[in-house]
Protein backbone atom coordinates (compact mmCIF):
# COMPACT_ATOMS: atom_id res chain seq x y z
CA UNK A 1 0.00 0.00 0.00
CA UNK A 2 0.99 3.82 -0.99
CA UNK A 3 1.69 6.03 2.34
CA UNK A 4 1.59 9.63 1.83
CA UNK A 5 2.65 12.17 4.55
CA UNK A 6 -0.35 14.56 4.56
CA UNK A 7 -3.83 14.03 5.07
CA UNK A 8 -6.77 16.15 2.87
CA UNK A 9 -6.71 19.80 4.01
CA UNK A 10 -10.38 19.78 5.23
CA UNK A 11 -12.80 17.52 7.68
CA UNK A 12 -16.62 16.05 6.63
CA UNK A 13 -19.41 18.15 7.80
CA UNK A 14 -22.26 16.51 5.96
CA UNK A 15 -22.39 12.96 4.43
CA UNK A 16 -23.89 11.48 1.16
CA UNK A 17 -24.76 7.96 2.15
CA UNK A 18 -23.53 6.14 -1.40
CA UNK A 19 -25.15 2.52 -2.08
CA UNK A 20 -23.70 -0.84 -2.38
CA UNK A 21 -25.21 -2.78 -5.60
CA UNK A 22 -25.62 -6.64 -5.33
CA UNK A 23 -23.43 -7.74 -9.26
CA UNK A 24 -26.51 -8.91 -10.59
CA UNK A 25 -27.85 -5.46 -9.90
CA UNK A 26 -24.91 -4.32 -12.32
CA UNK A 27 -25.52 -6.64 -15.25
CA UNK A 28 -29.29 -5.80 -15.28
CA UNK A 29 -28.19 -1.58 -14.81
CA UNK A 30 -25.57 -1.93 -17.09
CA UNK A 31 -27.40 -3.86 -20.03
CA UNK A 32 -30.23 -1.36 -19.68
CA UNK A 33 -27.92 1.62 -19.89
CA UNK A 34 -26.33 0.00 -23.32
CA UNK A 35 -23.21 -0.07 -22.04
CA UNK A 36 -22.83 3.38 -21.62
CA UNK A 37 -21.84 4.62 -18.44
CA UNK A 38 -23.11 8.29 -18.87
CA UNK A 39 -26.57 6.29 -19.30
CA UNK A 40 -26.31 4.79 -15.68
CA UNK A 41 -28.05 5.95 -13.00
CA UNK A 42 -26.28 7.70 -10.55
CA UNK A 43 -28.17 5.54 -7.64
CA UNK A 44 -26.70 2.57 -9.29
CA UNK A 45 -23.59 3.30 -8.96
CA UNK A 46 -20.87 3.14 -6.01
CA UNK A 47 -17.58 4.94 -6.35
CA UNK A 48 -18.79 8.27 -9.51
CA UNK A 49 -15.34 8.73 -11.30
CA UNK A 50 -17.43 9.49 -14.80
CA UNK A 51 -16.44 13.40 -14.46
CA UNK A 52 -15.10 16.13 -12.23
CA UNK A 53 -17.47 18.72 -13.59
CA UNK A 54 -20.30 20.18 -11.63
CA UNK A 55 -19.45 16.95 -8.66
CA UNK A 56 -17.01 19.04 -6.30
CA UNK A 57 -17.90 18.98 -2.76
CA UNK A 58 -18.57 22.91 -2.20
CA UNK A 59 -17.20 24.38 1.29
CA UNK A 60 -19.01 25.45 4.40
CA UNK A 61 -18.28 29.25 2.99
CA UNK A 62 -19.42 28.19 -0.29
CA UNK A 63 -22.64 27.42 1.16
CA UNK A 64 -23.20 30.40 3.49
CA UNK A 65 -22.51 32.26 0.35
CA UNK A 66 -25.18 30.89 -1.08
CA UNK A 67 -27.91 32.48 1.44
CA UNK A 68 -26.32 35.46 0.51
CA UNK A 69 -27.75 35.09 -3.20
CA UNK A 70 -29.35 38.80 -4.73
CA UNK A 71 -31.85 37.35 -7.44
CA UNK A 72 -31.95 40.90 -9.02
CA UNK A 73 -32.87 40.17 -12.52
CA UNK A 74 -30.02 43.26 -13.36
CA UNK A 75 -27.27 44.32 -11.36
CA UNK A 76 -27.14 41.37 -9.13
CA UNK A 77 -24.48 42.14 -6.32
CA UNK A 78 -22.99 38.47 -6.68
CA UNK A 79 -22.14 39.45 -10.28
CA UNK A 80 -20.25 42.38 -9.12
CA UNK A 81 -18.46 40.08 -6.24
CA UNK A 82 -18.01 37.38 -9.19
CA UNK A 83 -16.19 39.96 -11.93
CA UNK A 84 -14.13 41.70 -9.07
CA UNK A 85 -12.94 38.21 -8.19
CA UNK A 86 -12.15 37.01 -11.64
CA UNK A 87 -9.70 40.44 -12.28
CA UNK A 88 -8.06 39.58 -9.26
CA UNK A 89 -6.98 36.06 -9.41
CA UNK A 90 -7.19 35.50 -12.77
CA UNK A 91 -6.49 39.43 -14.38
CA UNK A 92 -9.47 39.67 -17.08
CA UNK A 93 -11.41 42.36 -16.60
CA UNK A 94 -14.64 42.03 -18.35
CA UNK A 95 -16.95 38.95 -17.70
CA UNK A 96 -20.06 37.17 -18.93
CA UNK A 97 -21.54 34.74 -17.25
CA UNK A 98 -22.60 31.84 -18.80
CA UNK A 99 -24.92 28.57 -17.55
CA UNK A 100 -21.27 26.63 -18.37
CA UNK A 101 -18.22 26.33 -20.11
CA UNK A 102 -19.52 25.48 -23.11
CA UNK A 103 -22.26 28.68 -22.92
CA UNK A 104 -18.47 30.43 -23.38
CA UNK A 105 -17.83 28.40 -25.85
CA UNK A 106 -20.62 28.99 -28.39
CA UNK A 107 -20.58 33.00 -27.69
CA UNK A 108 -16.93 33.40 -28.11
CA UNK A 109 -17.07 31.16 -31.56
CA UNK A 110 -19.95 33.16 -33.11
CA UNK A 111 -17.76 36.10 -32.04
CA UNK A 112 -14.74 35.31 -33.48
CA UNK A 113 -15.02 32.76 -36.25
CA UNK A 114 -16.12 33.14 -39.82
CA UNK A 115 -16.87 30.40 -42.41
CA UNK A 116 -13.55 28.62 -43.92
CA UNK A 117 -11.91 30.04 -40.84
CA UNK A 118 -9.01 27.44 -39.28
CA UNK A 119 -8.91 27.44 -35.31
CA UNK A 120 -5.65 25.63 -33.75
CA UNK A 121 -5.18 24.21 -30.35
CA UNK A 122 -3.37 22.44 -28.21
CA UNK A 123 -5.67 18.77 -28.52
CA UNK A 124 -9.61 19.16 -29.00
CA UNK A 125 -12.26 19.27 -26.22
CA UNK A 126 -15.24 18.09 -27.57
CA UNK A 127 -17.81 20.59 -27.01
CA UNK A 128 -14.95 23.24 -28.01
CA UNK A 129 -14.88 21.96 -31.65
CA UNK A 130 -18.05 21.10 -31.92
CA UNK A 131 -18.78 24.80 -31.64
CA UNK A 132 -16.39 25.54 -33.44
CA UNK A 133 -17.36 23.63 -36.52
CA UNK A 134 -20.87 25.33 -35.80
CA UNK A 135 -19.69 28.50 -36.53
CA UNK A 136 -18.00 27.06 -39.86
CA UNK A 137 -14.44 26.74 -38.41
CA UNK A 138 -11.82 23.47 -39.07
CA UNK A 139 -10.20 23.10 -35.36
CA UNK A 140 -6.43 21.77 -36.34
CA UNK A 141 -4.71 20.37 -33.55
CA UNK A 142 -0.88 21.35 -32.75
CA UNK A 143 -0.47 20.01 -29.69
CA UNK A 144 3.22 18.32 -29.39
CA UNK A 145 3.46 14.70 -30.71
CA UNK A 146 4.61 13.48 -27.23
CA UNK A 147 0.63 13.90 -25.92
CA UNK A 148 -0.73 11.67 -27.99
CA UNK A 149 1.33 8.95 -26.66
CA UNK A 150 0.61 7.13 -23.61
CA UNK A 151 3.70 6.21 -22.93
CA UNK A 152 6.22 9.53 -22.75
CA UNK A 153 7.09 10.61 -20.13
CA UNK A 154 7.47 14.68 -20.99
CA UNK A 155 6.62 16.79 -18.42
CA UNK A 156 4.40 19.19 -20.19
CA UNK A 157 2.80 16.98 -23.00
CA UNK A 158 0.48 20.38 -22.84
CA UNK A 159 2.95 22.04 -25.36
CA UNK A 160 2.01 23.61 -28.15
CA UNK A 161 4.30 23.17 -31.22
CA UNK A 162 5.72 25.74 -33.09
CA UNK A 163 6.23 23.72 -36.79
CA UNK A 164 2.57 22.86 -36.23
CA UNK A 165 1.32 26.04 -35.71
CA UNK A 166 3.71 27.77 -38.75
CA UNK A 167 3.06 25.23 -41.40
CA UNK A 168 -0.26 26.11 -41.16
CA UNK A 169 0.00 29.57 -41.27
CA UNK A 170 2.10 28.78 -44.42
CA UNK A 171 -1.11 26.92 -45.74
CA UNK A 172 -3.84 28.91 -44.82
CA UNK A 173 -2.17 32.32 -43.81
CA UNK A 174 -3.05 33.76 -40.38
CA UNK A 175 -5.31 36.18 -41.88
CA UNK A 176 -7.63 32.69 -41.18
CA UNK A 177 -6.55 32.08 -37.93
CA UNK A 178 -8.61 34.24 -35.85
CA UNK A 179 -7.62 33.04 -32.52
CA UNK A 180 -5.77 30.08 -30.83
CA UNK A 181 -7.61 28.19 -28.28
CA UNK A 182 -5.06 26.63 -25.26
CA UNK A 183 -6.60 24.55 -22.71
CA UNK A 184 -4.27 24.54 -19.41
CA UNK A 185 -4.23 21.01 -17.86
CA UNK A 186 -5.14 19.29 -21.18
CA UNK A 187 -8.22 17.03 -20.86
CA UNK A 188 -7.93 14.76 -23.27
CA UNK A 189 -4.09 13.93 -23.16
CA UNK A 190 -4.77 12.93 -19.73
CA UNK A 191 -4.74 16.32 -17.43
CA UNK A 192 -1.07 17.13 -19.39
CA UNK A 193 -0.23 20.58 -18.47
CA UNK A 194 1.77 23.51 -20.48
CA UNK A 195 4.57 25.60 -19.52
CA UNK A 196 4.77 29.06 -18.72
CA UNK A 197 7.74 28.91 -20.91
CA UNK A 198 5.71 27.84 -24.00
CA UNK A 199 3.00 29.74 -23.17
CA UNK A 200 5.07 33.06 -23.31
CA UNK A 201 6.34 31.93 -26.35
CA UNK A 202 3.09 31.70 -27.98
CA UNK A 203 2.29 35.06 -26.72
CA UNK A 204 4.86 36.51 -28.66
CA UNK A 205 3.68 34.33 -31.84
CA UNK A 206 0.26 35.42 -31.36
CA UNK A 207 1.76 39.21 -31.42
CA UNK A 208 3.84 38.58 -34.53
CA UNK A 209 1.12 37.11 -36.67
CA UNK A 210 -2.16 38.87 -34.77
CA UNK A 211 -3.71 36.16 -33.70
CA UNK A 212 -5.61 36.22 -30.30
CA UNK A 213 -4.59 33.94 -27.56
CA UNK A 214 -8.37 32.25 -25.84
CA UNK A 215 -7.37 30.48 -22.46
CA UNK A 216 -9.64 27.62 -21.98
CA UNK A 217 -9.22 28.00 -18.39
CA UNK A 218 -11.07 25.14 -16.94
CA UNK A 219 -8.27 23.45 -15.23
CA UNK A 220 -5.85 26.46 -14.61
CA UNK A 221 -5.03 26.04 -10.76
CA UNK A 222 -4.36 22.06 -11.71
CA UNK A 223 -1.80 23.22 -14.65
CA UNK A 224 -0.21 25.70 -12.14
CA UNK A 225 0.72 23.14 -9.75
CA UNK A 226 2.53 21.18 -12.15
CA UNK A 227 4.49 24.04 -13.37
CA UNK A 228 5.35 25.09 -9.73
CA UNK A 229 6.63 21.66 -9.44
CA UNK A 230 8.59 20.98 -12.95
CA UNK A 231 9.54 24.57 -13.77
CA UNK A 232 12.58 25.29 -11.81
CA UNK A 233 11.72 29.80 -12.28
CA UNK A 234 8.14 28.97 -10.40
CA UNK A 235 9.21 26.68 -7.94
CA UNK A 236 8.92 29.49 -5.23
CA UNK A 237 5.78 30.84 -6.28
CA UNK A 238 2.62 30.78 -5.37
CA UNK A 239 -0.35 28.48 -7.34
CA UNK A 240 -1.97 31.99 -6.59
CA UNK A 241 0.86 33.73 -8.60
CA UNK A 242 1.40 31.25 -11.59
CA UNK A 243 -2.44 31.47 -11.91
CA UNK A 244 -2.42 35.22 -12.66
CA UNK A 245 0.70 35.20 -14.66
CA UNK A 246 -1.11 32.53 -16.73
CA UNK A 247 -4.11 34.45 -17.29
CA UNK A 248 -2.76 37.64 -17.51
CA UNK A 249 -0.70 36.53 -21.11
CA UNK A 250 -3.63 35.85 -22.45
CA UNK A 251 -6.36 37.77 -24.55
CA UNK A 252 -9.85 36.24 -23.84
CA UNK A 253 -10.67 33.02 -21.47
CA UNK A 254 -13.43 30.26 -21.89
CA UNK A 255 -14.05 29.04 -18.13
CA UNK A 256 -16.45 25.89 -16.88
CA UNK A 257 -16.17 26.76 -13.38
CA UNK A 258 -17.66 23.23 -12.64
CA UNK A 259 -14.36 21.92 -13.29
CA UNK A 260 -11.81 24.05 -11.00
CA UNK A 261 -13.74 26.74 -9.35
CA UNK A 262 -15.68 23.70 -6.99
CA UNK A 263 -19.27 24.84 -8.04
CA UNK A 264 -22.02 22.66 -9.43
CA UNK A 265 -23.25 24.90 -12.30
CA UNK A 266 -21.46 27.73 -14.06
CA UNK A 267 -19.11 29.42 -16.15
CA UNK A 268 -17.71 32.74 -18.04
CA UNK A 269 -16.13 34.17 -20.57
CA UNK A 270 -14.15 36.54 -19.53
CA UNK A 271 -11.76 39.01 -21.82
CA UNK A 272 -9.75 42.46 -21.55
CA UNK A 273 -10.83 44.12 -24.68
CA UNK A 274 -14.14 46.84 -24.58
CA UNK A 275 -15.03 45.88 -27.89
CA UNK A 276 -15.44 42.38 -27.95
CA UNK A 277 -17.27 42.64 -24.85
CA UNK A 278 -19.43 44.60 -26.34
CA UNK A 279 -19.97 41.94 -28.94
CA UNK A 280 -19.80 39.24 -25.86
CA UNK A 281 -23.07 41.31 -23.67
CA UNK A 282 -25.13 41.27 -27.51
CA UNK A 283 -24.83 37.71 -27.98
CA UNK A 284 -25.09 36.61 -24.26
CA UNK A 285 -28.82 38.13 -23.55
CA UNK A 286 -29.66 35.77 -26.82
CA UNK A 287 -28.25 32.68 -26.06
CA UNK A 288 -27.61 32.51 -22.18
CA UNK A 289 -29.64 35.51 -20.59
CA UNK A 290 -28.52 39.05 -19.26
CA UNK A 291 -24.82 40.24 -18.93
CA UNK A 292 -25.33 40.33 -15.61
CA UNK A 293 -26.77 36.91 -14.84
CA UNK A 294 -26.28 34.86 -18.46
CA UNK A 295 -27.56 31.50 -17.11
CA UNK A 296 -26.41 31.67 -13.49
CA UNK A 297 -28.39 32.58 -10.15
CA UNK A 298 -26.94 35.23 -8.22
CA UNK A 299 -26.30 32.59 -5.29
CA UNK A 300 -24.79 30.23 -7.86
CA UNK A 301 -22.43 33.87 -8.80
CA UNK A 302 -21.67 34.16 -5.42
CA UNK A 303 -20.67 30.75 -4.72
CA UNK A 304 -18.26 30.53 -7.92
CA UNK A 305 -16.60 33.59 -6.35
CA UNK A 306 -15.53 31.81 -3.46
CA UNK A 307 -14.55 28.75 -5.14
CA UNK A 308 -11.84 30.74 -7.21
CA UNK A 309 -10.60 31.51 -3.60
CA UNK A 310 -10.34 28.37 -2.73
CA UNK A 311 -8.89 26.65 -5.72
CA UNK A 312 -6.12 28.64 -6.00
CA UNK A 313 -4.77 27.73 -2.06
CA UNK A 314 -1.44 25.65 -2.32
CA UNK A 315 -2.75 23.58 0.29
CA UNK A 316 -5.76 22.80 -1.37
CA UNK A 317 -4.51 22.22 -5.12
CA UNK A 318 -1.46 19.60 -3.39
CA UNK A 319 -4.09 17.71 -1.69
CA UNK A 320 -6.11 17.60 -5.09
CA UNK A 321 -3.67 16.40 -7.27
CA UNK A 322 -2.04 14.17 -4.64
CA UNK A 323 -4.67 12.21 -4.24
CA UNK A 324 -4.83 11.73 -8.61
CA UNK A 325 -1.25 10.86 -7.93
CA UNK A 326 -2.20 8.53 -5.33
CA UNK A 327 -4.34 6.36 -7.01
CA UNK A 328 -2.34 6.51 -10.28
CA UNK A 329 0.82 4.97 -8.35
CA UNK A 330 -0.92 1.96 -6.86
CA UNK A 331 -2.01 1.03 -10.52
CA UNK A 332 1.35 1.82 -11.57
CA UNK A 333 2.61 -0.70 -8.74
CA UNK A 334 0.70 -3.19 -9.98
CA UNK A 335 1.26 -2.69 -13.38
CA UNK A 336 -1.69 -1.52 -14.91
CA UNK A 337 -0.37 0.65 -17.90
CA UNK A 338 -1.99 4.52 -17.77
CA UNK A 339 -1.48 7.66 -19.42
CA UNK A 340 2.29 8.99 -17.27
CA UNK A 341 2.93 11.66 -15.90
CA UNK A 342 -0.34 10.89 -14.17
CA UNK A 343 -2.53 13.51 -14.65
CA UNK A 344 -4.33 16.48 -12.71
CA UNK A 345 -7.87 15.50 -12.68
CA UNK A 346 -7.86 12.01 -13.43
CA UNK A 347 -5.89 8.69 -13.80
CA UNK A 348 -6.45 7.30 -17.62
CA UNK A 349 -6.17 3.63 -18.13
CA UNK A 350 -4.51 2.51 -21.48
CA UNK A 351 -7.51 0.54 -22.82
CA UNK A 352 -4.77 -0.75 -26.11
CA UNK A 353 -2.47 -2.16 -24.05
CA UNK A 354 -5.11 -3.51 -21.24
CA UNK A 355 -7.36 -4.97 -24.44
CA UNK A 356 -5.35 -6.09 -27.19
CA UNK A 357 -7.33 -7.98 -28.65
CA UNK A 358 -10.25 -5.45 -28.76
CA UNK A 359 -9.72 -3.66 -32.50
CA UNK A 360 -9.94 0.09 -32.11
CA UNK A 361 -13.86 -0.33 -33.81
CA UNK A 362 -14.95 -2.52 -31.46
CA UNK A 363 -14.59 0.41 -28.82
CA UNK A 364 -11.96 -1.11 -26.26
CA UNK A 365 -12.61 1.69 -23.78
CA UNK A 366 -15.54 1.90 -23.96
CA UNK A 367 -16.07 -1.92 -23.41
CA UNK A 368 -13.67 -1.52 -20.46
CA UNK A 369 -15.66 1.30 -18.84
CA UNK A 370 -18.66 -0.82 -18.57
CA UNK A 371 -16.54 -4.16 -17.37
CA UNK A 372 -15.18 -1.97 -14.63
CA UNK A 373 -18.63 -0.81 -13.31
CA UNK A 374 -19.82 -5.06 -14.03
CA UNK A 375 -17.01 -5.70 -11.33
CA UNK A 376 -17.24 -3.24 -8.32
CA UNK A 377 -19.88 -0.11 -9.50
CA UNK A 378 -16.94 1.77 -10.27
CA UNK A 379 -18.17 4.78 -12.52
CA UNK A 380 -15.36 5.71 -15.27
CA UNK A 381 -15.34 7.41 -19.00
CA UNK A 382 -14.73 6.27 -22.19
CA UNK A 383 -12.31 8.94 -23.90
CA UNK A 384 -11.06 7.35 -27.19
CA UNK A 385 -12.72 6.36 -31.03
CA UNK A 386 -16.37 6.96 -29.44
CA UNK A 387 -15.57 10.45 -27.95
CA UNK A 388 -13.58 11.17 -30.66
CA UNK A 389 -16.78 11.04 -32.97
CA UNK A 390 -16.82 11.49 -37.10
CA UNK A 391 -15.11 13.46 -39.50
CA UNK A 392 -17.24 16.27 -40.27
CA UNK A 393 -16.36 15.71 -44.16
CA UNK A 394 -15.79 12.01 -44.79
CA UNK A 395 -18.02 10.62 -41.81
CA UNK A 396 -15.48 8.19 -41.16
CA UNK A 397 -14.80 7.43 -37.86
CA UNK A 398 -12.15 9.58 -36.22
CA UNK A 399 -9.27 7.15 -34.51
CA UNK A 400 -7.52 8.73 -32.12
CA UNK A 401 -4.12 7.40 -30.84
CA UNK A 402 -5.55 7.37 -27.16
CA UNK A 403 -7.76 4.79 -26.48
CA UNK A 404 -8.56 5.49 -22.94
CA UNK A 405 -10.75 4.75 -19.91
CA UNK A 406 -11.15 8.35 -17.41
CA UNK A 407 -10.98 7.83 -13.92
CA UNK A 408 -11.92 11.89 -13.04
CA UNK A 409 -11.59 12.47 -9.62
CA UNK A 410 -14.58 14.59 -7.52
CA UNK A 411 -12.84 17.61 -6.01
CA UNK A 412 -13.35 17.24 -1.71
CA UNK A 413 -15.64 14.38 -2.28
CA UNK A 414 -13.69 11.28 -1.95
CA UNK A 415 -11.04 9.88 0.65
CA UNK A 416 -8.34 7.78 -0.10
CA UNK A 417 -10.31 4.35 1.03
CA UNK A 418 -12.05 5.16 -2.13
CA UNK A 419 -9.40 5.56 -4.04
CA UNK A 420 -7.97 1.91 -2.28
CA UNK A 421 -11.36 0.05 -3.61
CA UNK A 422 -10.76 1.41 -6.72
CA UNK A 423 -7.48 0.70 -7.88
CA UNK A 424 -8.59 -3.23 -6.43
CA UNK A 425 -11.40 -3.09 -8.47
CA UNK A 426 -9.51 -2.04 -11.52
CA UNK A 427 -6.68 -4.79 -11.02
CA UNK A 428 -9.02 -7.20 -10.80
CA UNK A 429 -10.74 -6.35 -14.09
CA UNK A 430 -7.09 -6.66 -15.62
CA UNK A 431 -6.38 -9.76 -14.15
CA UNK A 432 -9.45 -11.32 -16.17
CA UNK A 433 -9.63 -9.02 -19.54
CA UNK A 434 -9.38 -11.48 -22.28
CA UNK A 435 -12.88 -12.32 -20.74
CA UNK A 436 -14.12 -8.85 -21.94
CA UNK A 437 -16.01 -8.73 -25.25
CA UNK A 438 -16.09 -5.59 -27.81
CA UNK A 439 -18.91 -3.77 -28.47
CA UNK A 440 -21.09 -2.66 -31.56
CA UNK A 441 -23.78 0.65 -31.77
CA UNK A 442 -27.51 -0.19 -31.35
CA UNK A 443 -27.77 3.85 -31.66
CA UNK A 444 -25.58 6.21 -32.49
CA UNK A 445 -26.48 9.71 -32.21
CA UNK A 446 -24.84 12.40 -34.73
CA UNK A 447 -23.10 14.64 -32.70
CA UNK A 448 -21.40 13.91 -29.02
CA UNK A 449 -22.29 10.62 -29.57
CA UNK A 450 -20.84 9.25 -26.58
CA UNK A 451 -23.14 10.91 -24.19
CA UNK A 452 -26.48 9.06 -25.39
CA UNK A 453 -25.01 6.64 -27.57
CA UNK A 454 -26.48 2.82 -26.49
CA UNK A 455 -23.96 -0.11 -27.38
CA UNK A 456 -24.63 -4.11 -26.92
CA UNK A 457 -21.85 -6.72 -26.62
CA UNK A 458 -20.22 -8.75 -29.50
C1 LIG B 1 -15.74 20.56 -19.31
C2 LIG B 1 -14.91 21.27 -20.29
C3 LIG B 1 -15.45 22.23 -21.17
C4 LIG B 1 -16.94 22.47 -21.28
O1 LIG B 1 -17.48 22.93 -20.12
P1 LIG B 1 -18.97 22.56 -19.63
O2 LIG B 1 -19.09 23.31 -18.36
O3 LIG B 1 -19.04 21.08 -19.47
O4 LIG B 1 -19.93 23.05 -20.67
C5 LIG B 1 -14.58 22.90 -22.01
N1 LIG B 1 -13.27 22.65 -22.00
C6 LIG B 1 -12.72 21.74 -21.18
C7 LIG B 1 -11.24 21.51 -21.22
C8 LIG B 1 -13.51 21.03 -20.31
O5 LIG B 1 -12.95 20.11 -19.51
Known sequence: MATRSWAEPYKIKAVELIKLTTPEQRKEAIREAGYNTFLLR??????????????????????????????????????YRMQETIETYYSYKYTVPTHQGRGAEHILSKMLISDGDYVPGNMYFTTTRLHQELAGGTFVDVIVDEAHDPVSDHPFKGNVDFAK???????????????????????????????????????????????????????????????????EQYKEKSI????????????????????????????????????????????V??????????????????????GITESVDDDHIRARVGQVEYLGEQLQRAGIPIVTPIGGHAVFLDARR??????????????????????????????????????????????????????????????????????????QVAERAEEIQGLRFTYEPEVLRFFQARFEPV
Open 285 to 306: VVYEGLHTYGGMAGRDMEALAI
Open 42 to 79: SEDVYIDLLTDSGVGAMSDRQWAGMMTGDEAYAGSRNF
Open 354 to 427: LLPHIPQDRFPAQALAAALYLESGVRSMERGVVSAGRDKTTGENHMPELELVRLTIPRRVYTQAHMDVTAESVI
Open 165 to 231: LNALVEKVGADHIPYICVATCVNMAGGQPISLANLHELRSWCDQHKVLLVHDMTRVAENAYFIQQRE
Open 240 to 283: REIVFEICSITDIATMSSKKDAMVNIGGFLAMNDPALYEQACAL
